[in-house]
């Protein structure tokens, strides 16, 4: 059981720009109980320790020490080879942008129940 001020969340939502309508155009900040907090690390902890078992190590973003500057930094370097054996470099950028807001909530507990983070997590 939880105790009942520990369920409290409050979401501020702080627009990008002056005078902003559209949900899109706000980032939210949310307000909760610092032991709240500390709950959360550990679970989010507990979550990443068995999630990044399964991810490989071309997968960037949204991890620590492998993020945009360490992609950028690969790229470089197989640019770099494939101009020193003369072939030609392909690359291709996905813009992921609103991709937590598109998530399939189902097939996402579905992945996470296969990799071992049960309902407690």
């Not at 950028?93 to 049960?118: Q, S, Y």
Request: glycine share 6%; with cysteine; proline share 2%.
């Amino acid at each position: 059981m939880w105790p009942e001020d520990w369920l409290e969340l409050v979401l501020i939502p702080i627009g990008k720009k002056s005078q902003t309508k559209r949900y899109e155009q706000h980032r939210t900040i949310s307000l909760i109980v610092h032991a709240s907090k500390v709950i959360l690390l550990v679970l989010t902890r507990r979550i990443e320790t068995k999630v990044n078992a399964y991810l490989s190590n071309d997968q960037f973003g949204f991890r620590k020490g492998v993020g945009t500057r360490e992609a950028i930094a690969a790229m470089r370097l197989l640019i770099e080879q494939c101009i020193d054996h003369e072939q030609e470099v392909f690359l291709c950028f996905v813009d992921l942008e609103k991709a937590l807001g598109r998530v399939i909530r189902v097939k996402l507990l579905g992945i996470l129940k296969f990799i071992g983070i049960d309902w407690r997590d």
